[in-house]
């Protein structure tokens, strides 16, 4: 394959191919999508890796992610500190989990954590409520959020503790149907 | 062993993208084990092994990337995604397969009419005798005079009855052009690869919908979780899509919410019964009165065509007949259908059972007056048969009485008399039902939904009542109607296409018009209903319509093609004793000596019977072993659900249901490490096939119970759990949490009823 680009070293580019889902072609596109979010920040040169971070304003702006009810907390959960400040590396790894060839487990796990909003390792309640009212942009009513919310834990809480933790969310996630066909973005 | 840490070590990296971990840490972790990797396989040796494993494994990348591409450029062909979306977000899903459906019927029509096109008209038209050139081909003298007037036209008479569209133009010659092309050859192997493809492509979407519905047999305990966590599509990147989506997901809550309520209701079951009875009667009255008309109306139909000088209603009345039963009877059931009260879902089926009876009656009548039409055209074939010949001979006579040496001048084409060529005539039938049904359809939808909505819109302002609240109001998709509307065309096509050629790329311009005509009639006049219900699980109930329609028209093809003479002087097939014969003399004369032998042998019946016995054996075991696993899994199911229940029994301190597990609760709780092995070897030793073994806390229970299948689902349950990315979920025995006393009621009563929803998508002609 040609070896005409200048971005990374050929190292590099085999490591992000082992450690994502990408070939070398996606890895190179997605670095030119990063740069174009932020030209004047980003180097074109990463091979003695840079430390550049963009905010989550340009990150969030992005077509891919700008109607997405969740992209503030695609981008905390893939984010170093958690603030949705990005660098290449967390950017590559958000669309690699994202991308459909990622399996069932990787995206169940890290979609617990988009949808856990507390960040205290169980979907309580109120990160339920919370989700309801994202998807449905608060069109129901406090009545139907809160029969949703407690049809969810009866469903799916297995340890009975009133919330959901990563055993009883993979467990319900894993037989979902149409889980591996919408969460997943194409770039 | 250095080779096994090399080894774990070499796994790691191959599964390095599907680790949880930051991406600074894959690669850290990335290059330590690279590094050890290569500092040790030097020592195992690599050599040329080495360079053909990297070959390998590019071909393998490039084979997922291509597999990749491709599956990206199919989706890209399907058409009118974005339609069917936006009619899925304002009206749910069930509106939205109708017209997924409707898609589904466009693909297939579009593959049958390439087939018929290609191969049968395509060299008809090209290779094969010019029109004018014979008989067949040429339009009586005696019609020639009003062949091109527009009523003989709208009636498939005149130039288009004898074009390639129907099936008297074909010439019966056996090749035709420089290619040796096998018309009649080729258009039987059409005809039958017609029926052939489509039952192929209706088995392999049943199945395939099988196939879903068995993958989420867990569908019940997860409706609301599932509707949370994989609602939105992270694919929308389009606001006006997100606009649609969010409404959508707002509409399938509350579709949800409602249908958690209904199952909550009393009911008074004498009532109901009583009233159920009392609709079936009604409704077998009304159909065996439908039939009994459409009986009548044929009779007379049958005497009007021996009279001279009928009029235009007299000529169409079967067809108007049966076109305003389809318009009338169906909301006449619906309204029978209110006494039942069933859950809609259940009364959407029940609607869709009698409505396919009311058109199969009339479908099957019909049928019979053309097969009475066939008779009568048979005898009189005889007669012309003999009046053609007598004045083909005349002819000759009297044009060699002229000059004795010169052969006789052809007669003009048109002269010759023609026989009444019956193929022709069912094919004219099947293609006159077909346009009145496509007309009578747009009519409905033009009257019914859009004048309607026009009327109720506008004249709402000075009229005394509000028209939009109560009658007439907002029109709301007739799904049932419409879909059984689509069955039955095709249903109508499949009989009539051997007969008449044209008749699929009429459909296929049908149904693309109606796409485009029925998504605007929707979006503008059409409001969404008021109990929504998702249609998902119908899609396998028109699937099997569609079958049943598969084999019902195949009959009278099959029928007229085995037992029926074909015409002497028109169609490929015409001086055949049957059509069938074609077959026989492609194998004579085409295909070298032992082909014809090998065939005589296989249609021989002492082979055919045994194969037919074999394969019915075969279909009663492969019954037999599908019933059998499914009753393993309905075990299974009822095993982890009574884990489930057992546990949140346990956490609220109340006794256990089943005495049993609550013994042996009290056996093993003390040893919980130990436990799997003495509880396996308990069960083993209890073999007692009426006794169901608790199940167990570790998810390793076997149930001896009788059944053939112990040793298989045995098997089957020590398959160990699934490991998942983070630690392995603990389903061991716990200590009961101190005192926490859970209120375990049943969810909160009915949210009082929202009835439609906001206005926003509610209303029409936006």
């Known amino acids: 394959m040609g070896n005409k680009q200048t971005v990374f070293t050929p190292e590099q580019l085999d490591a992000y191919q082992d450690c994502t889902f990408f070939t070398r072609k996606e890895i190179l596109r997605l670095f030119y999508r990063y740069r174009d979010l932020a030209p004047q920040l980003v180097p074109l040169d990463y091979t003695d890796k840079p430390d550049v971070t963009l905010p989550y304003e340009l990150i969030g702006s992005m077509p891919e992610l700008k109607d997405n009810p969740f992209r503030q907390r695609i981008a905390e959960v893939f984010s170093e500190n958690g603030d949705g400040n990005m660098t290449l590396d967390d950017f590559l790894d958000m669309f690699s989990v994202l991308s459909e060839m990622a399996p069932r487990d990787l995206k169940a796990y890290y979609a617990f954590k988009i949808y856990d909003f507390n960040n205290d390792d169980y979907i309580c309640k109120s990160d339920l409520e919370k989700t309801v009212n994202k998807l449905t942009r608060n069109e129901l009513t406090p009545e139907e959020v809160s029969l949703v919310c407690e049809k969810v834990i009866y469903e799916a809480d297995v340890d009975n503790d009133g919330k959901l933790s990563l055993e009883d969310f993979q467990h319900m996630i894993i037989r979902a149907p149409d889980f591996l066909s919408t969460f997943h973005i194409r770039i | ?766």
């Open chain 2, 1 to 766: 062993m250095l080779m096994e840490q090399v080894e774990q070590k070499k796994k790691l990296i191959s599964t390095m993208r599907n680790k949880p971990w930051r991406m600074v840490k894959k690669l850290s972790v990335l290059r330590e084990a690279q590094a050890f990797v290569e500092k040790f396989e030097g020592a195992l040796g690599k050599g040329k092994g080495k360079k053909f494993y990297a070959y390998k494994m590019m071909m393998a990348k490039k084979w997922v990337k291509f597999k990749r591409d491709f599956d990206n450029f199919k989706t890209q062909c399907i058409p009118w995604e974005m339609k069917i979306k936006e009619v899925e977000s304002h009206f749910g899903s069930s509106v939205a397969s109708y017209f997924i459906f409707l898609r589904w019927m466009y693909g297939m029509n579009l593959v049958l009419f390439g087939l018929i096109f290609g191969l049968v008209i395509i060299p008809e038209v090209l290779m094969g005798m010019p029109y004018g050139s014979m008989p067949r081909k040429t339009v009586p003298r005696a019609e020639q005079a009003t062949a091109m007037d527009f009523s003989v036209l709208w009636d498939f008479e005149g130039y288009i009855k004898y074009s390639a569209l129907f099936y008297g133009y074909y010439n019966n010659q056996r090749t035709i052009g420089w290619l040796k092309y096998r018309l009649p050859m080729a258009y039987f192997m059409v005809g039958i690869s017609v029926f052939g493809y489509s039952l192929m492509v209706v088995i392999r979407s049943m199945a395939r919908n099988a196939n879903e519905s068995t993958a989420d047999g867990d569908d019940d305990n997860f409706i609301f979780s599932w509707k949370m966590f994989t609602s939105w599509d992270y694919l929308i990147g389009n606001p006006e899509t997100a606009d649609n989506k969010f409404a959508s997901i707002t509409t399938s809550f509350k579709e949800s919410i409602v249908d958690e309520q209904e199952s909550n209701k009393d009911e008074n079951i004498h009532l109901r019964r009583f009233l159920r009875v009392l609709a079936n009667v009604l409704i077998i009255c009304c159909l065996c009165g439908s039939g009994y008309l459409i009986y009548f109306v044929v009779k007379r139909s049958q005497t009007f065509s021996k009279m001279q000088n009928v009029g235009w209603y007299e000529r169409n009345e079967v067809e108007i007949v049966m076109s305003l039963l389809g318009m009338f009877c169906p909301p006449l059931f619906e309204t029978i259908a209110a006494l039942e009260n069933y859950h809609p879902r259940i009364g959407l089926k029940w609607q869709l059972g009698r409505i396919f009876a009311l058109f199969l009656g009339n479908l099957y009548t019909f049928l019979l007056a053309l097969m009475d039409d066939v008779n009568e055209k048979l005898a009189e074939e005889d007669v012309v048969k003999n009046v053609t010949h007598w004045t083909l001979l005349g002819h000759h006579n009297s044009s060699t009485g002229n000059s004795s040496t010169a052969t006789p001048p052809p007669l003009d084409p048109a002269d010759v008399p023609r026989g009444p060529c019956w193929e022709t005539t069912v094919g004219i039938e099947f293609v006159r039902l077909t346009v009145s049904d496509i007309l009578v359809t747009y009519i409905t939808i033009l009257v019914g939904d859009f004048i309607r909505a026009c009327f109720v819109r506008f004249v709402n302002y000075c009229w005394c009542w509000d028209l939009e609240a109560g009658f007439p109001s907002y029109a709301e998709f007739d799904i049932s109607g419409n879909v059984l509307g689509l069955i039955f065309n095709q249903g109508m096509i499949w009989m009539g296409s051997f007969y008449a050629p044209g008749l699929v790329g009429i459909n296929v311009l049908r149904l693309l018009t109606s796409m485009y005509f029925q998504c605007w009639a929707v979006m503008s006049s059409n409001v969404p209903h008021e109990r929504v219900f998702k249609a998902s699980k119908s899609n396998n109930f028109y699937m099997g319509l569609l079958l049943l329609i598969l084999f019902l028209s195949l009959l009278p093809v099959a029928y007229t093609i085995m037992s029926l003479p074909p015409s002497f002087d028109c169609g490929p097939f015409s001086g055949k004793k049957r059509m069938y014969e074609v077959i026989q003399e492609t194998i004579e004369l085409d295909f070298p000596l032992f082909v014809a032998k090998i065939f005589s042998y296989v249609a021989n019946p002492g082979l055919i019977i045994p194969a037919i016995l074999l394969m019915v054996l075969a279909i009663y075991y492969l019954n037999a072993v599908a019933e059998a696993y499914q009753r393993a899994n309905a075990e299974l199911k009822k095993k982890m659900q009574m884990q489930r229940e057992e546990e949140k029994n346990k956490r609220n301190n109340k006794a256990s249901t089943n005495p049993m597990l609550q013994d042996l609760e009290d056996l093993l709780t003390p040893s919980t490490k130990s436990e799997s092995h003495p509880k396996q070897a308990e069960d083993e030793k209890r073999e007692s096939p009426n006794r169901t073994s608790p199940a167990g806390k570790g998810g390793k229970a076997a149930a001896p119970d009788g059944s053939p299948m112990t040793a298989g689902r045995r098997a089957a349950f020590t398959l160990p759990p699934h490991v998942f990315v983070t630690q392995p979920p603990a389903l061991g025995v716990r200590a009961p949490y101190p005192g926490q006393p859970r209120p375990r009621g049943h969810p909160p009563g009915p949210v009082p009823g929202r009835g439609r929803g906001p206005p926003c998508y509610s209303r029409a002609a936006q």
